[in-house]
């Protein structure tokens, strides 16, 4: 199916632990964005990315890494997961031709860190 | 800087009552304002945009106004139905469009 996808849509972890989340799209838009949603805080940017292998900091990048080897994917890790970042993760993209500023986001992944 | 801010919620209205939820900017040079709507276990859709003062963008019965003088893109609707209620967002974007500002959202109720 077209469209944005994460996986996973939910998971548990504990302190200390690493934890990936992926983002797919099916569009071969060029940027890609990670987003955390967080009561009182609306979404705030982690990172983004303009084309494989470029990728630059947001707002909060502090304990995450991404990387994108290919267009398609976008992964996002915590290497050492916090309590902190128990959060909701939004992936999204954008076409780079198009004049509208949309984004298209995926449906979240929701990261409980205990 | 630049930052967006909501009226806080949630806001819950009967059916086909009016709808106003207040958004206003700063910003560090000429934005291009929107609202995002996210529907309870979806991620967030692009509801209407402006681009430039006196725009108003439109969608779905919903509108909103750029309004340079008072740095505001209020989201209204005439009529409210059961269906709109959902998590409302302001967002702005500068320049190129990768760095997008939102608002804290503000939750809808919508009541039969």
């Known amino acids: 199916d077209a469209g944005i996808t994460q996986s996973p849509r939910y998971k548990i972890t504990e302190t200390g632990r690493q934890v990936t989340l992926m983002c797919h799209q099916t569009?071969?838009?060029?940027?890609m964005f990670w987003y955390r949603q967080d009561l009182g805080h609306g979404l705030r940017l982690i990172y983004y990315s303009a084309a494989a292998d470029i990728t630059d900091k947001g707002e909060v990048p502090d304990g995450y890494v991404v990387s994108r080897s290919k267009t398609e994917n976008f992964p996002l890790t915590l290497e050492s997961a916090t309590r902190s970042q128990t959060s909701v993760y939004f992936c999204?993209?954008?076409?780079?031709?198009?004049?509208?500023?949309?984004?298209?986001f995926g449906e979240g992944s929701r990261l409980t860190v205990l | 800087g630049n930052s967006v801010t909501q009226m806080e919620g949630p806001v819950t209205l009967s059916e086909e009552a009016f709808l106003t939820i207040n958004c206003t900017y700063t910003?560090?040079?000429?934005?291009?304002l929107f609202w995002y709507v996210q529907y309870p276990g979806e991620g967030l859709q692009l509801l209407l945009k402006?681009?430039?003062?006196?725009d108003k963008g439109s969608n779905k019965g919903f509108e909103a106004t750029y309004r340079k003088e008072t740095t505001s893109f209020h989201l209204e609707k005439g009529s409210v139905q059961v269906s709109d209620s959902a998590v409302y967002f302001c967002?702005?974007?500068?320049?190129?469009?990768?760095?997008?500002?939102f608002g804290s959202g503000t939750k809808l109720n919508v009541k039969p």
């Open positions: 402006a681009t430039k003062a006196d």
């Open positions: 967002a702005l974007t500068l320049y190129n469009f990768n760095k997008f500002y």
């Open positions: 910003a560090t040079g000429y934005p291009s």
């Open positions: 999204a993209s954008r076409d780079e031709g198009l004049d509208t500023g949309e984004l298209f």
């Open positions: 569009w071969s838009h060029s940027y």
